[in-house]
């Protein structure tokens, strides 16, 4: 049965008759929070120690803490030249599903490379999971090979020529761990921070480019300070600025191209993300002059610790999103989702490719279940 038009359209209007004074609550909450952030502006130190003592009380705690720069910064466009080299990786991934014929899954990955003064040029690696690669894999298992996967590809990309490089990626750095850390977890995950520990090496620039961000961290970092030290911990607990978040809190103060201060990030994953790789970021107005649009971008502890390096970073994406006209996002991370996106007439390729090998070998690959069957039966526009 399709959707009821009739029950969605009473509860639309009902929303509707609830969103001015919802509005005029975010308006009250924003403002609260924007008197906390004006009055932190020459009290990083102070903030940096309560957001530790928080830390130390609260192993669950996510929040922001200054870095190096004032925390009310607003920085203008570098008067710099973009990265000579900018590497983006892209994943997808094809799901182990006990409703298909046969078991298998794949992750395939995208990448472009612009260089000044050579065309782009496209990568792809894709790799078949079965058998032992997929016995008991979850979900975020195989998202966490992805990721692992589109490092180690622009690790490989890194390598190429000499000169200043980005590397970017779509979403943030971090990489949440499961409840159940077990030992291949583990050793994936390492992977993945020897990836990233090899781009340092190799002065790769490396960042994680969030769209539309609805990321809290500096307003979790205000509810830290508004109040005293004392009861901190349950003003967390409680959040009295929950609602507002980091964009509608800088939204006003970054114009077309400026970004924001640098802050790192306290979570826990910083034991892992530790030293060079600790995760910092700053928001960057990627929009126009009426039409604002803030990016959070994720970069390591070695980048931040130079300047130039983080300028340059500043110039690139504004150079890249500048690519996509009206809608800015970094061309090239568009491009890199393109080439890595498996949509559903390859995924029913692979699956007949294996069918035919696996009978060629005298192995029956069974069927598909009664309800996949059906299910396909409306047909699909996509697989990913």
């Given at each position: ?8 359209r009473n ?9 001015p ?7 009250t909450?924003?403002q609260?929070?924007l008197?906390v ?8 130190e102070e903030?940096?120690e309560?957001?530790q003592k ?7 705690l ?5 870095s ?5 910064d ?5 008067d710099?030249?973009p ?7 892209d994943g997808?991934?094809i799901n182990?599903?006990?409703?298909e014929?046969?078991?298998f899954?794949?992750?395939n ?7 000044t003064?050579?065309?782009p040029?496209e990568f ?9 690669d997929?016995?008991?894999k979850?979900e975020?298992?195989?998202?966490l090979?992805?990721d ?13 020529g ?6 970017l990626?779509?979403?943030?750095l ?6 159940r ?7 994936r995950?390492?992977?993945y ?13 490396v960042?994680?480019y ?6 809290d961290l500096?307003?979790r ?17 409680e959040?009295?600025l929950g ?11 970054l ?13 826990s ?9 600790r ?30 390096l ?8 504004l150079?890249?999103?500048?690519m996509t ?6 061309y ?5 989702h393109?080439?890595?996106v498996?949509g559903?007439?390859?995924?029913e ?11 060629r070998?005298?192995?029956?690959p069974?069927i598909?279940?009664?309800k ?7 047909g699909?526009?996509r697989y990913?």
């Amino acid at each position: 049965m399709p959707v009821d038009f009739q029950q969605i359209r009473n509860q639309a209007v009902e929303m509707g008759r609830q969103a001015p004074e919802q509005m005029q609550r975010s308006r009250t909450l924003l403002q609260n929070a924007l008197e906390v952030f004006e009055s932190l502006g020459d009290r990083s130190e102070e903030v940096r120690e309560r957001v530790q003592k928080a830390a130390a009380e609260d192993k669950k705690l996510r929040c922001a803490f200054p870095s190096s720069e004032p925390i009310l910064d607003s920085i203008s466009e570098p008067d710099c030249s973009p990265a000579e080299v900018t590497l983006a990786a892209d994943g997808s991934q094809i799901n182990p599903s006990r409703h298909e014929a046969a078991d298998f899954g794949v992750v395939n990955c995208g990448a472009l490379r612009m260089a000044t003064e050579e065309l782009p040029r496209e990568f792809v690696q894709s790799h078949l999971l079965y058998f032992e690669d997929i016995e008991g894999k979850s979900e975020e298992m195989i998202a966490l090979m992805r990721d692992v996967s589109e490092r180690k590809l622009l690790v490989d990309l890194a390598k190429e020529g000499s000169g200043s490089a980005v590397a970017l990626t779509d979403g943030m750095l971090d990489i949440y761990r499961e409840p159940r850390q077990d030992a291949e977890f583990n050793r994936r995950f390492d992977d993945y921070l020897a990836s990233l520990r090899a781009l340092a090496e190799l002065k790769t620039i490396v960042a994680g480019y969030v769209d539309k961000p609805r990321a809290d961290l500096l307003v979790r970092m205000l509810e830290l300070m508004d109040g005293t030290e004392e009861d901190m911990l349950q003003r967390a607990r409680e959040r009295p600025l929950g609602g507002v978040t980091d964009a509608m809190l800088l939204h006003g103060r970054l114009q077309p191209g400026m970004r924001s201060a640098v802050f790192g990030i306290e979570s826990s994953s910083s034991e892992q993300f530790n030293g060079p790789l600790r995760l910092h970021f700053f928001y960057l107005n990627v929009g126009f002059e009426n039409l604002p649009q803030l990016a959070r971008v994720e970069i390591p502890a070695w980048v931040v610790e130079d300047p130039a390096l983080v300028d340059t970073l500043h110039a690139t994406l504004l150079f890249q999103c500048r690519m996509t006209g009206s809608v800015p996002y970094p061309y090239i991370l568009h491009r890199a989702h393109e080439i890595a996106v498996v949509g559903l007439a390859e995924r029913e390729q692979i699956g007949a490719m294996i069918d035919i090998e696996l009978r060629r070998n005298g192995v029956d690959p069974g069927i598909r279940s009664s309800k996949q069957f059906m299910k396909d039966l409306a047909g699909k526009a996509r697989y990913e």
